[in-house]
């Protein structure tokens, strides 16, 4: 999955774009709307908490870097003690550490906001709207065309390269 962003001028045309994409088959949990606080989206499926901050990337962060850092620290106990490295006790380590990580990384990231979302601070809060679909990647250059070509007032702003699965 890859995510498109749109940067749309008003609320009618987000409402048009919206409809138009769900009669394309796509379902609204792959649509995020980004507004201004305080805007009515109405029936318009809202930017959730993994979209507006960086949690997920955070976590994954962590996890990897707490692994590490719980096997080499492991590794560096049990030797000092006199323990022979096991294959048992290192993946506890690599778990627990992975686990700390991902937590103290997660819970940092949901106060940092997306970075990518940060280039459109001003425009949201100028009154634009942000819209996030998520599509295959077969499907992408179809569905901007769609949209580019119906709604010319909405810049198409890039395409996130990857995506974690849907949470």
Same mark, same amino acid.
């Given at each position: 999955? =890859? =995510?498109?962003?749109?940067? *749309?001028p @008003?609320i009618?045309t987000t409402h048009k774009?919206v @409809?138009e994409?769900r !009669? +394309?088959?796509? +379902?609204?949990?792959y649509l995020?709307?980004?507004?201004k ?5 109405e029936?318009?499926?809202e930017?959730?908490?993994f979209q507006?901050?960086?949690f997920?990337?955070?976590?994954e =962060?962590g ?5 590490v850092t &719980?096997?080499?620290? &492991?590794m560096?106990?049990?030797r000092?003690a $006199?323990?022979?490295?096991a &294959? $048992?006790?290192?993946?506890g380590?690599?778990?627990? !550490?992975a686990?700390? $990580?991902a937590?103290?990384s $997660?819970?940092? &990231?949901?106060q940092? !906001?997306?970075?990518? *979302?940060?280039n459109?601070e001003?425009?949201?809060e100028? !009154? ?8 295959p990647? +077969? =499907?992408?250059?179809?569905i901007?065309? *769609? ?9 198409? +702003?890039g ?8 949470y």
């Amino acid at each position: 999955m =890859r =995510r498109i962003y749109f940067l *749309v001028p @008003d609320i009618a045309t987000t409402h048009k774009i919206v @409809d138009e994409l769900r !009669g +394309e088959g796509i +379902e609204d949990r792959y649509l995020h709307i980004l507004a201004k606080r305080d805007t009515p989206l109405e029936d318009m499926p809202e930017a959730s908490v993994f979209q507006k901050t960086d949690f997920i990337p955070a976590l994954e =962060r962590g996890a990897a870097l707490g692994g590490v850092t &719980g096997v080499l620290a &492991g590794m560096v106990a049990l030797r000092f003690a $006199g323990f022979a490295i096991a &294959g $048992g006790p290192l993946l506890g380590i690599l778990f627990y !550490g992975a686990t700390i $990580g991902a937590i103290m990384s $997660g819970l940092a &990231g949901l106060q940092v !906001g997306n970075s990518k *979302v940060k280039n459109y601070e001003e425009a949201i809060e100028a !009154g634009q709207l942000l819209v996030m679909v998520d599509l295959p990647k +077969e =499907r992408i250059d179809a569905i901007s065309q *769609v949209i580019i070509k119906h709604h010319p007032d909405a810049k198409f +702003e890039g395409i996130e390269p990857l995506l974690p699965p849907s949470y």
